[in-house]
Every structure is written in C-alpha cells, then in structure tokens.
C-alpha cells in the first residue's frame, strides 16, 4: 500500500461537515442546488471570493463502500444497504488501515472493470475498487488528501489516476463561468476517459466530480457537490438512457434488500423508482411549488 491517512497527513474532520448515516449521498447535477447550497456558507456578495473545487473522475461502475472500523474489523455496504458482506460484492481486499482517529473510515467508491458496465474506456479494465470518499469520524474529506491511499496488488486503484481538476466558482455571477469551463472539462473527458488513458486503455468516460478544494475553508458536504456527465449519461438530456439505468438500479436495489425480483415485488419497484426521481427533481418541485406527495 502506498499511504494512509496517518502518513499522507494529520486530519482533524470538520465536525460541521459530520453525518451520521454512512450510506453514500446523490450528487446534483443542477447548478441551482450548488449556488444555492453556497448561499449558505458564503458571501454572494460582488465582493465575494470564488471559491476554488476539485474535480475528479467519475466512474462508470457499481458503487460500493469498504468501512474499516475502530476495531479493525471491516464491512461493506452499497448504495441502499449497509450489511453486505464481501462475498456478496466480491471485495477481495484485505487492506488493513493505520487511523489516527476515533471512530470508523469510510471508503466510498465504484467497483470497476469487466462485466460490471458497458460504453466506456474503464469497463476493459480488470475489476477493481476505486475509493471516490473518505469518510472519517463522521465528515466528509476533500479527495485530494488521499491521494496516496492504494494497493494495486489488492485490487484498489486511488482516483488520482485520473487527475485532479481545478476550477474556481464565482458566487457573485452565480457559477456561469464554472459551469461553462466544467462543460469543456466534461467533453474531455466523454471523448477520452482520463482515468481509462492512465491505465493504458482508450475510450469513453462518463464526467466529473465536483468538490469544495481543500483549501476552500468549506465543509465537505454532500450538497456542496456538484457532478458534470457526457450527454449520454445525463438524464435530462436522454431520457431514454436514464429511465433504463433508474429501472436497473431499482431492479438491483430488489436483490440487495433480499426481495424477490418477480411481478410480487412490482410495488417495491415503482417505490422506489419515485423515491429516486423525486431526490433527482427536489429543486423543481419546490421551485414550481408542487406537494411531493
């Protein structure tokens, strides 16, 4: 392994960026839940400094979490369950970390590679665990403190191989010039995946991730990101693609929870595919003024 938090750096977790729930957070792709987000932590004022976000990769893959807790025990988690066990994931990772804290480490990330998803560079890759967040006593840290964190041999690669990239966002001029430099930055990537090119393999990559920098003296909290996808990925573009990939992720959520993939479950299904798109449309339906119910 080439890092762990103890020897990449001192980290005392923002306590106002604290969650209790370790299930990985949606990330918007609409810049109006950012700018109103930062709203609330910053000047908006024409004064205001922007504040600087780091980008990385974002992976094509089915995610997943490794939590490595104060006893030095491990577990595994998906989006919508946090009792997986690694046979269920196939995590063979057996990593064991130095923490200078209280508490658990949470890794979140994509389990990428062959067989798992299809159109893109990184799906011809050997399957493998990408670590996307750190979780540490309960708060969020900015990615780019970890960037030492892997173990190839265990089948971790660290996000880094992909790059970092840095934007500034103006909140006076509400995130204009963000996003059109975030959209250059997303061609890039859809036309050749960064990550997939460091690994020695050409193909399509699906976006970026936002996120406040280290140096942003902002929480790292989940309403704080912001994510930038090709076209083919983005759901309010292609409608098409994103009700197919909403209904496979409902159809996966069936076998996690453990409920029987059959027309017995179809209520469960439809749940949770109107759960799903009332997260992703929250800020329309308050904008408009419409009752979730």
């Known amino acids: 392994m080439h890092g762990t938090p103890a020897d990449t750096m001192e980290v005392v977790a923002n306590g106002s960026g604290a969650t209790t729930t370790t299930l990985y957070p949606k990330i918007s792709g609409k810049l109006i839940d950012l700018n109103t987000s930062l709203l ?3 000047d908006h004022t024409i004064f ?3 504040v600087p ?3 990385t ?3 094509h893959g089915t995610h997943a979490d490794m939590i490595v807790r ?7 988690e998906s989006r919508d369950r946090t009792d997986l066990d690694h046979g269920e994931r196939q995590l063979r990772l057996h990593i064991v970390l130095a923490i200078n804290s209280e508490g658990s480490l949470l890794m979140a990330g994509k389990w990428i590679g062959q067989g798992i998803q299809k159109g893109v560079a990184i799906a011809k890759l050997p ?6 967040g750190i979780r540490l006593a309960e708060a969020w840290e900015p990615i780019e403190l970890y960037a030492g964190i892997e173990d190839s041999e265990a089948g971790m690669l660290n996000i880094n191989r992909g790059g970092f990239y840095h934007l500034e966002y103006s909140i006076a001029y509400e995130g204009v010039s963000f996003l059109a430099k975030a959209r250059e930055l997303r061609l890039a990537v859809a036309a050749s995946c960064a990550f997939g090119r460091a690994m020695g393999i050409e193909g399509e990559g699906e976006g970026i991730v936002w996120t406040p920098a280290a140096n942003s003296n902002l929480p790292n909290v989940s309403k704080l990101w912001f994510k930038t996808q090709a076209e083919h990925f983005n759901h309010n573009i292609k409608l098409k693609v994103a009700a197919e990939k909403a209904m496979e992720r409902a159809w996966q959520y069936l076998a996690e929870m453990g409920t029987s993939q059959t027309m017995q479950s179809i209520g469960i299904f439809f749940r949770w595919l109107t759960d799903d798109l009332a997260l992703e449309e929250r800020r329309e339906i308050e904008l408009m003024k419409l009752d979730g119910a």
């Open 40 to 42: 609330g932590y910053v």
């Open 48 to 50: 205001a400094r922007p």
């Open 53 to 55: 976000f780091t980008g």
């Open 57 to 59: 990769i974002k992976l």
């Open 70 to 76: 104060a006893d030095n025990t491990i577990g595994y």
């Open 127 to 132: 399957r493998c665990f990408v670590p996307c």
